[in-house]
C-alpha cells in the first residue's frame, strides 16, 4: 500500500514495525516517530518481540525498527513474528516500510564511504542487492511505503509525521509538488496535472536559467491565454474535494503539477495553488522536485518555498 492510500491511525495504542533498506531512512523515521510521542525501540532482535508483548499494555503507540543486521533476523521470523503479535495481542501493529531506489543508495554510500552491512568486503551495489532480495517480502506486507530517494531527511519525517501522527488533533493537509515528467511521475501523489500546453520559458533565452519561483518567469507562464481557466479551475476543483476528503476522514492530500523539465510552468502552479490554498486557510506545504536536485539555485531565482501555512 502506498502512503496516498493509508487510512488515518486510530487513536488507541497501536504498534508500528519500522524496516527498509539500510540507507534509505529507518532511523530518521524512528526518531520521527518518538518525536510525535511513541514509544521507540530501534534495533530490537526479533526474539525479544514475545517478551515486549508479555508485559504490561502498552499505553500509548509502539514503534520498533526492526534492522536486517540483528542477529536473528530474517524473513521468515519477521513474517512469523508480525503473524504472531496479531494472534496474541489486540493492538494493531502496522509495517512501515522506508524505500530507496538503488542508485539513491548507491550514492548515499558512496558520499559517505561507508561499507555496505551486507556486503563488508564488497562494493555497495553488491550488498543492496542482497538486501533488496532480503526484503522484497517485507516490502510487499507494508502498510506504509514510503519512497525516500527524493526526500531530504526533514521531508522524510514530515511524510512520517503525516501518516503516523495520531489522529487526535489533527486536520487535513494539503502537499503540492512540481515535477518533470522525463524523470518519472513522483510516488503517493493523489492527484497529478500536466502543465505542458502552458507557454514554456525555456524558449525565452532571458528565462531559461531562471525557474517557475522568479517573477519574470511567473508572468511570463500567466500570460498565456489559458492559464487563469486552467489555475482558477484546478483551485475550483481542489477547494471542492478538500472538504469532503477532511470530512471522510482523509488527513492529508498530494498535489502534483508535471511538465517537461520540471523547472518552470509546473513551479508556477504548484506555487499559486499552495497560495490560494493557504489564503483560504488549509495548511499547505509545497515541494519542488526537480530544483531540490540542484545543488544550487539558478542565478537570479528567488528563494525556494519552505512552507505556507494556513488552517
Request: with cysteine.
Amino acid at each position: 500500500m502506498q502512503a496516498s492510500d493509508y487510512q488515518p491511525r486510530p487513536t488507541a495504542p497501536s504498534m508500528v514495525l519500522v524496516t527498509g533498506p539500510s540507507g534509505a531512512g529507518r532511523s530518521t523515521a524512528i526518531r520521527a516517530l518518538e518525536d510525535i510521542g511513541y514509544e521507540a525501540i530501534d534495533n530490537m532482535p526479533l526474539s525479544l518481540v514475545p517478551r515486549l508483548l508479555n508485559g504490561p499494555a502498552p499505553d500509548r503507540h509502539t514503534a520498533l525498527g526492526i534492522d536486517c543486521r540483528n542477529r536473528d533476523f530474517s524473513t521468515h521470523a519477521l513474517i512469523e513474528a508480525i503473524d504472531r503479535i496479531g494472534e496474541v495481542s489486540d493492538v494493531p501493529v502496522q509495517i512501515l516500510y522506508v524505500d530507496c531506489r538503488a542508485e539513491v543508495l548507491i550514492r548515499r554510500f558512496s558520499e559517505t564511504r561507508r561499507r555496505h552491512p551486507l556486503a563488508p568486503a564488497e562494493s555497495p551495489s553488491i550488498g543492496i542487492e542482497r538486501e533488496f532480495d532480503l526484503l522484497s517480502p517485507i516490502r510487499a506486507r507494508a502498510d506504509i511505503l514510503i519512497d525516500s530517494s527524493d526526500l531530504s531527511p526533514h521531508d522524510l519525517r514530515a511524510e512520517v509525521e503525516r501518516w503516523c501522527a495520531p489522529e487526535a488533533g489533527r486536520q487535513l493537509a494539503v502537499s503540492v509538488h512540481s515535477f518533470s515528467y522525463k524523470r518519472g511521475l513522483p510516488r503517493g501523489v493523489d492527484m497529478i496535472l500536466d502543465c505542458r500546453f502552458l507557454r514554456n520559458p525555456y524558449w525565452e533565452e532571458g528565462l531559461r536559467a531562471l525557474d517557475g519561483r522568479a517573477p519574470e518567469v511567473a508572468a511570463h507562464v500567466r500570460e498565456d491565454p489559458l492559464f487563469a481557466g486552467f489555475s482558477d479551475r484546478v483551485k475550483g476543483l481542489v477547494e471542492l474535494l478538500l472538504p469532503a476528503y477532511e470530512a471522510e476522514g482523509k488527513s492529508y492530500l498530494s498535489i502534483a503539477f508535471g511538465c517537461t523539465g520540471g523547472r518552470h510552468r509546473s513551479v508556477v502552479m504548484a506555487e499559486t495553488l499552495s497560495t490560494a490554498l493557504a489564503q483560504a486557510g488549509w495548511q499547505v506545504s509545497i515541494r519542488h522536485r526537480e530544483l531540490g536536485r540542484d545543488r544550487q539555485a539558478p542565478a537570479g531565482a528567488v528563494k525556494a518555498s519552505e512552507g505556507k501555512t494556513g488552517r
